[in-house]
Nanobody, 116 residues
Framework: QVQLVESGGGLVQAGGSLRLSCAAS????????MGWYRQAPWKQGKLVAA???????NYADSVKGRFTISRDSAKNTVYLQMKSLIPEDTDVYYC??????????WGQGTQVTVSS
C-alpha cells in the first residue's frame, strides 16, 4: 500500500508563496502521473497540476504562470510551488499518484489559506 504524505500548507497573505510537498512511501517511477487536486475528488475536486512519469506537465488555467509542479525521483517527492497566491486559491490540496485507470492513491490533504 502506497502512502502519500503532504506538507507545506499554511496561511499566507495574498501575493505570497508556498511550496507543497508530497512524499511517497515507494518509488514514484511506478506512477503514470502524479498531481495535485483542490478539494477532495469525491467533492468534485479539480485538478490543479499534474506531472507524468516522463515529465510532461499540465495546469489548470487558473494557476498557469503562478504554480509549478516538479518531481524529485531520488526523494520520491512531488512539489507544487505556488506563487502570487490569491484568496481564491484557498482550499484543501490533495496529492494523487496514479498507476492506471483502476489504481490510484491519495494523500490526507493540506490546507492552504490565502488572506486578503
Amino acid at each position: 500500500q502506497v502512502q502519500l504524505v503532504e506538507s507545506g500548507g499554511g496561511l499566507v497573505q495574498a501575493g505570497g508563496s508556498l511550496r507543497l510537498s508530497c512524499a511517497a512511501s515507494g518509488s514514484i517511477s511506478t506512477f503514470s502521473y502524479m498531481g495535485w487536486y483542490r478539494q477532495a475528488p469525491w467533492k468534485q475536486g479539480k485538478l490543479v497540476a499534474a506531472i507524468s512519469s516522463g515529465g510532461m506537465t499540465n495546469y489548470a488555467d487558473s494557476v498557469k504562470g503562478r504554480f509549478t509542479i516538479s518531481r524529485d525521483s531520488a526523494k520520491n517527492t512531488v512539489y507544487l510551488q505556488m506563487k502570487s497566491l490569491i484568496p481564491e486559491d484557498t482550499d484543501v490540496y490533495y496529492c494523487v499518484a496514479v498507476v492506471d485507470a483502476d489504481v490510484d492513491y491519495w494523500g490526507q490533504g493540506t490546507q492552504v489559506t490565502v488572506s486578503s
